[in-house]
């Protein structure tokens, strides 16, 4: 048995049918209170003496009582008919201009609906431009408009992060292929130069390997934002950034770097995994971006329901104009894919986690070259973990 397709009542047809029931009720009402007061404004015989007459033009003579319902009667003939042919006309004429005013408020809907229909990877930069009255369908289209501005910001991000990601791996991957191909085309290489090239293809596929970590640990950091944590025990930022400085601390001795550490105890509760990896790459990078014979200092404490961690480092200046754009992944220092040791994640990684786990992040350039960072996170007791916004505040 074939199904006829259901006829679906548009909004701009249930608005006009609803202002013309609307219309005509009224008008409805209206006739039938006209109709009252014709009838009972008619009655003049309750005035007169009983057995009254009333001489016509035409020389009849008839019963008052008579008289008076032959008159009622013909009015509210009249009235009747006189009555629905006005509401038959006003009706139709308040029907069709319903209609017509329905369809001019709606139009910007059928816009919305057009653009949302044509939207695609292509076509992120059509906007719907409402200019009408400042009403609700002003207050939708804007809305919409915002919308499509926050889908097109998020569509480049995406982009810019997947070239980055691909430039990225693929850099490692042509210098094993590089080293490989020259070394086996070379008919007179030794064991020195197997040795050699094997150990550029090491060096090149730990960079690999490092890269695909950073990139699992942010999707799942991200992924954790917004929702409750899969994995959550009490952990203490103390000794997550005391064994991050043991991890580096070849790196410190060779570029003869002094550490500065007050490490109280700052007692947390999260992903455990999560929050030692945000206190190395802090440790990491602060190493990373110093200069021979630098300064790091870290500190960690609790005070007032919060547990804060503090990294800060000597090193190149950085604008503080370009603060905010360090937490983008690929971002080494205010450069994007230099060259430069490290993917370029680290502090995207770091708002990530804070993220999370409802912490902030603030960042100060110091004046002299270098960054502090500061971390800041619910301290263990204190409100439940959860995922919120997260706020990256720079200051001097």
């Known amino acids: 048995m074939i199904r006829r397709p259901r006829i679906r009542p548009t909004l701009r047809l249930r608005l006009t049918l609803l202002n013309g029931v609307l219309l005509v009720s009224t008008g409805a009402i209206l006739m039938f209170l006209a109709w009252l007061l014709v009838r009972d404004g008619a009655q003049l015989t309750d005035q007169l003496a009983p057995g009254s007459t ?20 013909a009015a509210s003939r009249e009235l009747v008919v006189t009555g629905l042919l006005a509401l038959v006309g006003i009706s139709i004429v308040g029907v069709a201009g319903a209609y017509a005013v329905a369809g001019r408020a709606l139009r910007p809907l059928h816009q919305v609906t057009a653009t949302a229909r044509r939207l695609g990877e292509a076509t992120l930069d059509q906007r719907i431009g409402y200019s009408g009255a400042d009403d609700e369908v ?88 917004g929702r409750p944590l899969g994995r959550r025990s009490e952990c203490d930022l103390a000794q997550g950034t005391a064994n991050a400085l043991s991890a580096v601390r070849r790196e410190v001795e060779r570029i003869g770097l002094t550490v500065q550490t007050d490490l109280a105890h700052a007692p947390v509760v999260g992903d455990p995994g999560l929050l030692d990896r945000l206190a190395g790459n802090l440790i990491e990078n602060a190493v990373r971006y110093n200069h021979l014979h630098g300064r790091i200092w870290v500190r960690t404490g609790s005070e007032a329901g919060r547990s804060w961690l503090v990294v800060g480092n000597t090193g190149f200046e950085v604008d503080q104009a370009d603060v905010p754009g360090l937490f983008e992944p690929f971002r080494r220092g205010g450069r994007e894919r230099t060259g430069a040791r490290g993917s370029g994640l680290g502090l995207s990684i770091v708002r990530a986690v804070c993220d999370a786990h409802a912490g902030t992040v603030r960042v100060v350039a110091q004046s002299g070259g270098g960054l502090e960072v500061t971390v800041e996170l619910p301290a263990a007791g204190a409100a439940a973990v959860r ?7 720079p200051q001097r």
């Open 54 to 73: 009333v001489t016509l033009a035409d020389g009849r003579t008839l019963d008052a009582v008579q008289w008076e319902q032959q008159l009622t009667d």
């Open 138 to 225: 002003a207050e939708l289209a804007k809305t919409f408009d915002a919308m499509l501005d926050r889908l097109t910001e998020s569509f480049e991000t995406q982009k810019r992060f997947v070239a980055n990601a691909s430039h990225e791996l693929r850099t490692p991957l042509a210098v094993m292929r590089t080293e490989i191909d020259v070394t086996l085309s070379d008919d007179e290489a030794d064991t020195g130069e197997y040795r050699r090239m094997a150990t550029v293809v090491r060096d090149a596929s730990e960079r690999a390997n490092g890269l695909v970590d950073a990139l699992l640990v942010l999707a799942r950091s991200e992924a954790q934002a």
């Open 387 to 393: 995922g919120t916004d997260q706020s990256v505040t």
